[in-house]
T-cell receptor, first 110, second 110 residues
Framework: DADVTQTPRNRITKTGKRIMLECSQT?????MYWYRQDPGLGLRLIYY???????NKGEISDGYSVSRQAQAKFSLSLESAIPNQTALYFC?????????FGSGTRLTVV | GQNIDQPTEMTATEGAIVQINCTYQ??????LFWYQQHAGEAPTFLSY????GLEEKGRFSSFLSRSKGYSYLLLKELQMKDSASYLC???????????FGKGTRLHILP
């Protein structure tokens, strides 16, 4: 099993719909992160969490919310999806050495 | 704030050597990462430099100069599978976030 698992792998949704992206990890790390990646813009931080009770906004949090249900689970929600949220989304955990990324969720909003 | 610059694209020939540069400006530096990312896949860890100097790992080496805000990734004996994007990322001392550059897309020609 992968250390960091994201579901779904691919999703197409309509404008205005609510959608949740899920992330779970088996590494036992406290710190978890959500990034989005767009061509030419690199990885941009949406939200991050240092533990279950500590949630922080990243550089592009507008239009997103998160929930840290347990140490191992960190979900990202789009309350009302819009087309410019079409992107590749990565969840990651972090230890002293750096990040371990999930395989990504490719989200298309039509 | 932080600013990370790296070339957008580079091309090199199979069997050759290529150097990918990264310059950064940060209010509190606490390490620099290099990641490799194949198209549509998750980034994977290559190297982590905290102190000045060269770190060598097989065909890949990473160099850091903190006083110059400069790093490079050196790839030797290039193989076709090295065609990927290479992401430079800086760890911030204040909040321990890792901020990514936009990545350098490396094309390998036979």
């Amino acid at each position: 099993d992968a250390d960091v698992t994201q579901t779904p792998r691919n999703r197409i949704t309509k404008t205005g719909k609510r959608i949740m992206l899920e992330c779970s990890q088996t590494k036992g790390h406290d710190r978890m992160y959500w990034y989005r990646q767009d061509p030419g813009l690199g990885l941009r931080l949406i939200y991050y969490s240092f533990d279950v009770k500590d949630i922080n906004k990243g550089e592009i949090s507008d239009g997103y919310s998160v929930s840290r249900q347990a140490q191992a689970k960190f979900s990202l929600s789009l309350e009302s999806a819009i087309p410019n949220q079409t992107a590749l989304y990565f969840c990651a955990t972090k230890d002293r050495e750096g990040y371990t990324f999930g395989s990504g969720t490719r989200l298309t909003v039509v | 704030g932080q600013n990370i610059d790296q070339p957008t694209e580079m091309t090199a020939t199979e069997g050759a050597i290529v150097q990918i540069n990264c310059t950064y400006q940060t209010s509190g530096f606490n390490g620099l990462f290099w990641y490799q990312q194949h198209a549509g896949e998750a980034p994977t860890f290559l190297s982590y430099n905290v102190l000045d100097g060269l770190e060598e790992k097989g065909r890949f080496s990473s160099f850091l100069s903190r006083s110059k805000g400069y790093s490079y990734l050196l790839l030797k004996e290039l193989q076709m599978k090295d065609s990927a994007s290479y992401l430079c990322a800086v760890r911030d001392r204040e909040d321990d976030k890792i901020i990514f550059g936009k990545g350098t897309r490396l094309h390998i020609l036979p």
